[in-house]
């Protein structure tokens, strides 16, 4: 009887509770593509912070970064880049994490991101990973080649 039980309570309570999950990774990804799209990619920088928890942080290599100081360094990109576009080629969600397969391409036409202008053309693909929290982004993991961005730049040749 009590396995009859058990059994019962799994049929009913795992469906369940695995479309409540495919519906969170569905809602996540489209807030991590449209951060990305919307947000990114136009420069819109009003709407960062709704898509991000107000204790939002980025993980860096050296430190961690704040939503303002994160939000800091996106307009240094677009300030360096101010024609920046960055496409998603790729997401991929699991629970309350997102991964995003981008890539950002522009001009550097203005000094930023610590770059003098070099009117030279820039492309660099990167990924992002996000963690979710109640359908907004808690936290950030982001990788992309930066030597590669100098060498493009024309600000980095090996001796």
């Not at 799994?10 to 509770?17: L, Q, S, Y």
């Not at 489209?30 to 939002?56: I, P, Q």
């Not at 998603?88 to 997102?98: F, I, K, L």
């Not at 610590?114 to 990167?126: C, E, H, I, L, R």
């Amino acid at each position: 009887m009590r396995a009859l039980s058990l059994f019962i309570v799994c049929v009913v309570c795992v469906p369940t509770a695995i479309a409540g999950n495919k519906k969170e990774e569905k809602r996540n990804t489209a807030v991590a593509r449209s951060f990305f799209e919307e947000v990114l990619d136009k420069g819109r920088f009003d709407m960062y912070a709704g898509s991000h928890a107000t204790n939002f942080v980025a993980h860096g290599s050296t430190r961690d970064f704040t939503l303002a100081e994160d939000m800091g360094l996106a307009k240094e990109e677009r300030k360096a880049l101010p024609d920046m576009h960055i496409v998603v080629n790729q997401t991929v969600a699991e629970r309350d994490m997102v991964a995003v397969y981008w890539r950002a391409s522009g001009t550097n036409t203005q000094e930023g991101m610590g770059f003098p202008a070099t009117g030279k053309k820039v492309s660099v693909p990167g990924m992002t990973l996000f963690r979710f929290r109640d359908g907004k982004i808690s936290e950030e993991w982001s990788v992309y080649d930066m030597l590669s961005v100098l060498k493009q730049l024309g600000l980095y040749s090996p001796q």
